[in-house]
């Protein structure tokens, strides 16, 4: 209530025009202003008071489709032609709720009301402005969260009798670990491709104790060194290593998968109609690689496993909560793989050593942040751009600032085109 509404028309108008516009994230216009101004004066004409018809106006702003949407309108919306620039307003939401989740704040709709929106650097700019803003642990929570599938914590219920050190404190101290983590990348001048092969993280003291890492000496988080080399890099934290396991147990082909899809960007084929997992055993005859080996013969089973495997089984150090471990079920634990070409690995360590210098890693990490940004999936018209944005990348530093700040003046994100009838692009 900007003034005080029994004033008169004046005021009513003002207070409508404020709230919309934030409500409607871009200015409205004189003739939305009069419907709802109009809303008010037939509420009075009707006996009520101007509260009472203000209230009605402001759920009117609230159940309109510009709040409860964020439009982006075409000049011509069924045309299939070449993409034409967002407005300033749009790209001001595209941004706010690519970095923050949330609307724009009033610095953006400032510079969107002034048109700099259409210039690159002012978009570099606001990014830079914006990640440095507390509301961008939205990205943090959202995007890692996305990406790295940490939001599955919430309903991976490991099994105590496989796991009788699992609780709800190690859940929140691994999302935790991972969190800080990503941060630290997104925040300070550290390459994507070290996400792999870092020697630092955070632990509290139920994580170091779950790792059986030296306490960290403090209450709370704290940074530190990782001496052993197989705690090593993301792969290694406990949050990776738990949402990617069964209840009872590990699952290479669920860490393979996760790393082809997340990590390469590499979707495996479904499995054919009617095949059948590993059965559990009452007896075990086999360590979980064995009997998969086994499962792999199958020339049906093959095609899809041989790669997907091969990455799995370098986590199988890894128990289904993230302990080190040397036996799987009383057999001796082997990491060791092998990957198309040719590539050999044994354990975790060398097998993110070899995922930090695979090209397809930067490449895929810059697909997850686009979709992500754009709130759509990947579509062969955005292939140049991304290949653009990846070169782009590598020559920058590979820094995820760089990353987001490329994706924010990509064509993709400042551009858009109609739709054909019927849907298609």
């Not at 600032?401 to 019927?422: C, H, Q």
Request: overall charge negative; glycine content about 8%; proline content about 7%.
């Amino acid at each position: 209530m900007v003034c005080d509404p029994t004033g008169g028309a004046a005021c009513v108008r003002e207070i409508l025009q404020k709230f919309a516009e934030r409500a409607f994230r871009r200015p409205v216009t004189q003739a939305e202003l009069d419907r709802l101004a109009g809303v008010v004066t037939l509420a009075e004409q009707q006996g009520q008071t101007v509260d009472v018809g203000l209230e009605i106006a402001l759920r009117a702003i609230l159940t309109s489709p510009h709040f409860l949407f964020r439009p982006e309108l075409d000049p011509n919306p069924n045309a299939n032609t070449p993409a034409h620039p967002l407005d300033d307003f749009e790209l001001a939401s595209r941004l706010s709720y690519f970095l923050w989740s949330s609307m724009p704040d009033e610095e953006l709709f400032a510079a969107a009301r002034e048109g700099k929106l259409q210039d690159p650097a002012e978009i570099e700019a606001q990014v830079e402005r914006m990640l440095a803003d507390p509301r961008a642990e939205a990205l943090v929570d959202n995007f890692a969260g996305q990406w790295l599938f940490t939001r599955a914590l919430d309903d991976h219920q490991p099994d105590y009798y496989a796991f009788p050190t699992w609780d709800e404190t190690l859940r929140e101290s691994m999302r935790q670990e991972t969190r800080l983590f990503f941060r630290e990348f997104l925040k300070n001048d550290l390459s994507i491709p070290e996400m792999l092969t870092a020697d630092f993280t955070y632990i509290d003291e139920r994580l170091a104790t779950h790792y059986n890492m030296p306490s960290p000496g403090a209450e709370g988080f704290v940074k530190v060194t990782i001496e052993d080399p197989n705690r090593q890099g993301l792969l290694a934290q406990g949050s990776i290593l738990t949402v990617t396991s069964y209840p009872t147990r590990t699952s290479p082909v669920k860490r393979g998968k996760w790393v082809m899809t997340q990590m390469l960007c590499t979707e495996p084929d479904a499995p054919p109609p009617g095949v059948e997992g590993l059965v559990t055993e009452e007896v075990p005859t086999g360590s979980i690689r064995q009997r998969l080996e086994m499962h792999r013969a199958n020339p049906i089973c093959a095609g899809c496993h041989e790669e997907m495997d091969n990455l799995g089984f370098g986590f199988e150090n890894f128990d289904g909560i993230g302990l080190f471990r040397t036996e799987d079920l009383g057999f001796p634990v082997d990491s060791s793989g092998v990957l198309p070409g040719g590539k050999t690995f044994n354990g975790l360590t060398e097998l993110s050593a070899i995922l930090a210098e695979d090209p397809r890693f930067l490449h895929c990490v810059s697909e997850k942040m686009l979709t992500y940004a754009l709130g759509r999936g990947h579509e062969s018209a955005d292939a140049d751009d991304l290949e653009h944005l990846t070169k782009e990348l590598n020559e920058r530093g590979q820094r995820f600032v760089d990353l987001i700040k490329l994706v924010a003046t990509s064509e993709p994100f400042r551009m858009r085109r109609g739709e054909a009838p019927g849907g298609a692009k």
